[in-house]
């Protein structure tokens, strides 16, 4: 049984995993975080539609990039035949994920990840109980 922190939250300790500029990219921009779901499982987050987990449990999504058509085609178990998105405008993550009806979950510990960032803060964390993803922006 893992042992919390003071804060009740977290882990007493939590694995870091560093970010770099481009995962840190993924998390800014919806067109690239569409095209780099492949890349966000490799730093322990899932992309889980709210309606399947609420309808029977976790579901995965899939997102294919389609550059002849300039669009991303998406899916998961309660929308088989998916559904495309344009990538002519810059997309807001959080805009988008709120369309979509997906959520980041950590893959180890399955909670959502938080992502509570000041503008100026020097580093960028997103996190979970189990983990911390970081990224320290390089001093000038």
Not at 31 to 44: E, H, N, S, T, Y
Not at 70 to 93: E, I, Q, T, Y
Not at 99 to 120: E, F, S, V
Request: aromatic share 6%; charged share 20%; hydrophobic share 40%.
């Amino acid at each position: 049984m893992p042992l919390l922190a003071a804060d009740g939250q977290s882990y007493l300790t939590q694995e870091v995993i560093p970010l770099t500029s481009a995962t840190v990219q993924l998390f800014n921009d919806g067109r690239l975080f569409l095209k780099g779901l492949a890349i966000l499982r490799q730093l322990r987050v899932a992309v889980v539609c709210r309606y399947c987990e609420a309808h029977g449990g976790a579901c995965g999504v899939t997102a294919i990039h389609k550059p002849d058509e300039n669009v991303v085609f998406m899916a998961c178990a309660h929308r088989p035949l998916g559904g495309r998105v344009k990538m002519d405008k810059p997309l807001s993550l959080d805009a988008l994920l709120l369309a979509l009806g997906w959520d980041l979950r950590c893959t180890t510990c399955y909670h959502p990840l938080n992502g509570n960032n000041k503008p100026t803060a020097s580093v960028l964390v997103v996190s979970c109980p189990c983990t911390k993803r970081e990224y320290r922006y390089p001093l000038a």
